[in-house]
């Protein structure tokens, strides 16, 4: 994946994540799948009482410190308050290295995590790249105490991207289509994107572009402006909704899964809860994430609120 060019998801949470997975394409509004950068506060603020097994007790849901983890954390939390499970919020702890330790002792119940990511933390040799196989990987990597429940479809990661008049234009649907006009279209990403994805997209796809061109943090714009025609978008970037970008579908996963995926202490969640969180994955996409983000980080809408109309339209609040 590629160095943040989305400013706020500019920290890579440490040298295995980064080997594995590579730093990852960000925005000042998206998520962070390989973690949020590390607040000095963060154990403090997840610490506190933690959760106790069994029907009754308190679920203590966290977030890292970026808007779409909160976003998600409170639509965790919010679902599970509508089905009668007393929780308690922590959100905007930090990093996946202080989160991590806090599922595991108990401070912490409930996080929403990316699995692909979370794979690479865990395992920096991990090949795995396809939803299954990440957490087929991730249930022999994790300790017996946590686990993860049902991925959602919704994913925060790599994409290319083009304008819905190319997609309509050219009949693009996936990166294969690209074959056909490739040699004719500027692809644009951050700096080093050319260096880590060129020979890829060629043996993968067969895919030769006519120039490769650094737009860093401007890619959607240059994007919507014509200055590319293919560009490395994070797919949940609001800019996705507001300049009508197109993610192309990737069928052969250059880009590795990073499903939104509750991580779970078993000693704090019974079936009552469990059932409660899939129910969240059964429903969460990326396109509704992507519309979700645009509320919260273009139109400045509180997350809470946000959270509360999605679990409301989807019969979950």
């Not at 679990?311 to 609040?317: A, P, V």
């Amino acid at each position: 994946m590629s160095t943040s060019h989305r400013g706020r998801r500019a920290v890579v949470l440490g040298t295995l994540a980064a080997l594995a997975l590579g730093a990852t394409a960000c925005s000042s509004s998206g998520g962070d799948p390989l973690g949020a950068s590390t607040a000095s506060s963060g154990a403090s603020a997840a610490g506190g009482s933690g959760a106790s097994g069994g029907s009754g007790s308190t679920v203590v849901v966290g977030s890292a410190n970026f808007p779409e983890n909160v976003l998600l954390g409170s639509i965790y939390s919010q679902a599970l308050k509508a089905k009668g499970v007393k929780v308690e919020e922590k959100f905007n702890i930090g990093s996946r290295e202080v989160l991590y330790g806090q599922l595991q002792s108990g401070n912490l119940t409930v996080l929403p995590e990316y699995n692909g990511a979370l794979l690479a933390y865990l395992d920096a040799k991990a090949t795995a790249v396809t939803t299954q196989d990440v957490n087929a990987a991730l249930a022999k990597a994790l300790p017996s105490s946590l686990t993860v429940l049902d991925s959602s479809p919704a994913e925060d990661k790599d994409s290319l991207s083009v304008t819905q008049e190319s997609a309509d234009k050219y009949g693009l649907k996936s990166i294969a289509d690209l074959a056909a006009k490739a040699g004719e279209f500027s692809i644009g990403g951050p700096p080093e994107f050319k260096t880590r994805r060129e020979q890829q997209f060629k043996d993968v796809y067969g895919l030769t572009f006519k120039e490769w061109k650094p737009t860093g943090d401007t890619t959607a714009n240059a994007l919507k402006d014509g200055g590319i025609q293919v560009g490395n978008v994070f797919t949940t970037d609001p800019k996705i909704v507001q300049y009508k970008l197109v993610p192309l579908a990737d069928p052969k996963n250059v880009f590795g899964a990073q499903n939104v995926t509750p991580l779970v202490n078993k000693s704090g969640v019974d079936a009552k809860a469990t059932a409660a969180l899939n129910a969240v994955s059964a429903k969460l996409d990326t396109a509704g994430l992507t519309a979700l983000m645009k509320r919260v980080a273009v139109d400045k809408e509180d997350p809470s609120a946000v959270a509360k109309d999605w679990l409301k339209s989807n019969g979950l609040g």
